[in-house]
């Protein structure tokens, strides 16, 4: 249920060495009586950045936006083909000496009416996107431009929101009751989906010889949610089992413009990133879903009238909230998770059995929160080294509320009001300065005091994961919900399997993973 931007991508992430930044190239320049804006990461909920004084270098902002239309159009294509996502950064980061710079961020024309954006890449810059006391967050969810509200039934649903606007504290709230008034429901319901998902898996790889991990992770994630949160089984009403489909195909409408399907490069970059696609082809879809949730969500729609939100945007945001952040966020973090834990290999598998079965037999035999929470820190810590490697939402955008200046590690940059900035969350959760082996999967990388003081580094939540989301933030609504359920993912695989083997490829939404074996629980 993010309240961030959302950007689903399949290829892997990389960062910037800090050996490859060239600060002899900055020229100090007076800062007397500049106020700095700088990060400030605490483990308590307080706003995210701070003005205070510093003796780091000011500088102009370096880069620039090319000639109106061209600029654009060569930074997309770089972007998309000549470069590739993460080469596009990094190249610029050594161009410029700087993990600060200008550029166009695509999709650019004829979609986005201004592309132009600050880049901030690094763990020092980036939290100043959610400090909404700096910058504005309204209709920047997908980035320099929003999708048709004909998407969302005519509502700019609350993730388009800023939290200055009077709908979005209410309808927060209303997501926050969702997923509280349902939460004893999660752990048993989760169990029941996902273990039948293990079942089957199990036959179809005795059948193959492999077993495609994706499609069925992805119905069972739209099952578990329907009966976790709505206390309904899809199967059992006109939507049958067409939801996955149904959705990603309303996705493809909203996202098209940021996305590969590896068509082609110029015919895909005319059909997908140069138009919308038109709303109306999806509609008869998007409308299917709707009605399932207005028939489903029963109580929960009591109270969004309580809260003073009318049915139909009521159930408008649960389509969005459901479907794209929460159904999205699991079929592009469940394949990363088993990705990640696959290649690690035994040795990590035969640790995280051990722990987990472990606390579950002190448990009295029972998956319970206590477990989750308090015996199971290598499964935790698993599930944010995940998070950090290849977090579901890579992209920031805020546009700057007043003239300020925002600080990397090595130097202040000189921002101005209305400017927007963005940021490329891989970058900053990889930052070489904050993290050893940055680019490594660390199993146990937040085990223990000195790991837990990292976690204010894992900022995939559109926040710290020390701070809380809020009506007054636009950190995910389900931030806690999604680490629970990620963890109990890791859970189900290791007390019904002592090792599982895979293969890796990529898809248009995340990576593609095929289970090639799996090793039943022996202790």
Sequence with gaps: MASASLFFSPVPTASINSSQLSTSSLKPRSNRNCRIITASLSEKSQPIAKKSESSVPIRKVPGDYGLPLIGPLRDRLAYFYFEGRDDFFKNRVRKYGSTVFRLNMPPGPFVAKDPRVIALLDA??????????????????????????????????????????????????????????????????FHRTFGSLFENL???????????????????????????????????????????????????????????????????????????????????????????????????????????????????????????????????????????????????????????????????????????????????????????????????????????????????????????????????????????????FVADRFVGEEGEKLLKYVMWSNGPETESPTVDNKQCAGKDFVVLVARLLVVELFMRYDSFEIEVGTSPLGSSVKITSLKKATF
Aim: net charge negative; proline share 7%.
């Design 124 to 189: 020092a810059s980036f939290p100043v996107l959610f400090d909404t006391s700096l910058v504005e967050k309204r209709d920047l969810f997908t980035g320099t431009y929003m999708p048709s509200t004909d998407l969302t039934g005519g509502f700019r649903v609350c993730s388009y929101l800023d939290p200055s606007e009077p709908h979005h504290a209410p309808l927060k709230k209303f997501l926050f009751f969702l997923l509280a008034s349902r939460r004893q429901e999660i752990i048993p319901e």
């Design 202 to 440: 199990e036959d179809e790889l005795a059948k193959k010889g492999k077993a495609d991990f994706g499609d069925p992770n992805d119905q069972a994630a739209f099952d578990f949610l329907s009966r976790a949160l709505f206390g309904q089984d899809p199967a059992e009403t006109k939507l049958g089992r067409d939801a996955p489909k149904l959705i990603r195909k309303w996705v493809l409408f909203q996202l098209g413009p940021l996305l590969t399907l590896g068509l082609p490069p110029y015919l895909e970059d005319l059909l997908l990133h140069s138009f919308m696609l038109p709303p109306a082809l999806v509609k008869s879809d998007y409308n299917r879903l709707a009605e399932f949730f207005k028939e489903s969500a029963g109580p929960v729609l009591d109270e969004a009238n309580r809260l003073g939100i009318s049915q139909d945007e009521a159930v408008h945001n649960l389509v969005f909230a459901i479907c794209f952040n929460t159904f999205g966020g699991l079929t592009i973090l469940f394949p990363n998770l088993v990705k990640l834990i696959g290649r690690a290999g035994a040795r990590l598998h035969g640790k995280l059995a051990q722990e987990i079965r472990s606390a579950v037999r002190d448990s009295g035999g029972v998956v319970t929160m206590r477990a989750i929470e308090e015996l199971m820190p290598l499964t935790k810590s698993v599930v944010y080294e995940t998070l950090r490697i290849e977090p579901p939402v890579p992209v920031q955008y805020g546009r700057a509320k007043h003239d300020m200046v925002v600080q990397s590690h090595d130097a202040g940059y000189q921002v101005k009001a209305g400017e927007m900035l963005f940021g490329y969350q891989p970058m900053a959760t990889k930052d070489p300065r904050v993290f050893d082996r940055a680019e490594e």
